[in-house]
């Protein structure tokens, strides 16, 4: 199994919206620019993680993208599910459904056991992980915050 960069960057994108932005609004172009990813990709990106529920959007001056929930109520599995769907490391576990029709063993499958077991635990893992924790080791490792200009005001 392999992560598509989907969900890759989806996970990259959330994470510079948390700890660059937290609550306010970010723009398609600063995440752009900082996460090394192309705007246009991003945007389509963002349309999935819109209807996974993980984030919203603001139109206008002080518009832009904003997470749905706080830091430390969004999870990474969470974010892959909404970029690439259900996750397991083989398809004949998702859903707990057993073996596809054209598996030859159907459901007789002695391996198939340790595939949803592999697959429980990399869930569960993922799902134990949350934005914040990711902000936590970004301040952790002395990453800078870079300040969104368009809420700074100087007297």
């Known amino acids: ?25 970010a723009q398609i172009k600063d995440i752009s620019r900082r996460q090394n990813i192309s705007p246009r990709y991003l945007e389509q990106i963002f349309q999935d993680l819109k209807r996974g529920g993980l984030l919203k959007s603001r139109r206008g001056p002080q518009g832009g993208y904003f997470l749905s929930r706080k830091p430390h109520e969004i999870n990474v599995h969470q974010v892959v599910t909404a970029a690439e769907g259900e996750m397991a490391l083989v398809d004949c576990v ?12 159907n459901n007789e499958c002695v391996t198939q056991k340790i595939w949803m077991e592999g697959s429980k635990r990399l869930n569960d893992y993922l799902s134990s992980v949350t934005l914040k924790d990711l902000c936590d080791d970004a301040k952790a490792m002395g990453m800078e915050k870079e300040l969104d200009h368009r809420f700074m005001y100087f007297i």
Do not use: Q
Not at 16 to 25: K, N, R
Not at 94 to 105: A, D, M, W
């Open 94 to 105: 998702k859903s707990g459904k057993g073996c596809k029709k054209e598996c030859e063993l």
């Open 1 to 25: 199994m392999r992560l598509s960069t989907k969900s890759r960057y989806g996970l990259r994108a959330l994470f510079d919206m948390a700890y660059h932005a937290g609550t306010l609004p």
